[in-house]
């Protein structure tokens, strides 16, 4: 007997990118192996070939180039900052074009504050392209039954993130019942006060229920688990990580070849 396919079912098939079945943990050791490589060097070169080779494989994610972009805009807004360091108290080299103190902006300084904020955006484009559409409780699952973490660890962490959306829940709830009785329109800093305490004793009074009820049901035992949702790896993931090695491959190559590769410490 074969089961019937619903048009649903069919539909989920059909929706899932290849990276989709990719497990997991190798999706964790992926983003290290496109993110530590990154800090041997400080240079553009490296970077924005990492940068435009991840975006390369934008197809293989099953995220847009829209979601990836909103996603991407708090770290390119915030990237600079990482430079502003570089770009006032770096060791001058070559033209000096403004000095104040300590300060001072140089040809130099110029280019490593370029460099770290292109650094700032390469290694976080990897976690936004991996975990996008990474479900939770797969996470959970991967961690407990290939990387062998212990149950009751991996088991609370799902149900915390399983609880975030909540709080942001609770949050926007808030805001409106303030809003509603016209005390939300006056006193920012106050009102973020008052709220963010009133969210930390919901969070506390929820994660002492949750605690409860997981001890409750046998979360909390010695007794070996069992799992409905099996973790395996496949010569998809093995893939993957070699795919990941090749852009690192390339982008550090590049720098090589561009006489930009300097190494962090130099």
């Not at 070169?45 to 494989?57: N, T, Y």
């Amino acid at each position: 007997m074969t089961a019937v396919q619903t048009p649903a079912s069919v539909r989920a098939r059909e929706d899932r990118a290849w990276l989709d079945g990719v497990n997991p943990v190798t999706k964790l050791m992926l983003a290290l192996l496109l993110s530590v490589p990154l800090f041997a060097s400080i240079d553009p070169v490296s970077a924005l070939v990492a940068i435009a080779l991840q975006l390369l494989c934008l197809p293989l994610t099953g995220l847009s180039l829209r979601t990836v972009l909103r996603r991407l805009a708090p770290i390119v807004l915030f990237s600079p900052i990482a430079g502003l360091s570089m770009l006032l108290y770096a060791d001058p080299e070559g033209q000096v074009f403004w000095r104040f103190g300590f300060a001072a902006i140089s040809e130099g300084s110029i280019a490593l504050a370029v460099a770290v904020t292109l650094r700032v955006v390469a290694l976080g484009l990897p976690t936004i392209l991996l975990f996008g559409r990474t479900d939770p409780t797969e996470l959970g699952d991967a961690l407990a039954q290939v990387a062998h973490l212990p149950s009751r660890f991996v088991l609370g962490v799902l149900a915390g993130a399983r609880m975030l959306g909540l709080f942001v829940d609770d949050w926007r709830t808030m805001s409106l019942a303030r809003r509603a009785r016209g005390v939300g329109d006056r006193g920012v800093l106050r009102r973020f006060l008052s709220m963010a305490f009133v969210l930390l004793v919901f969070a506390v009074r929820r994660g002492t229920k949750l605690a409860m009820a997981m001890e409750a049901r046998g979360f909390g035992s010695g007794i070996p688990r069992t799992w409905s949702r099996p973790s395996r790896l496949h010569p998809r993931d093995a893939v993957a990580l070699l795919g990941g090695a090749s852009i690192m491959t390339i982008a550090i190559a590049a720098a090589v070849a561009a006489g930009v590769f300097r190494f962090v410490w130099s």
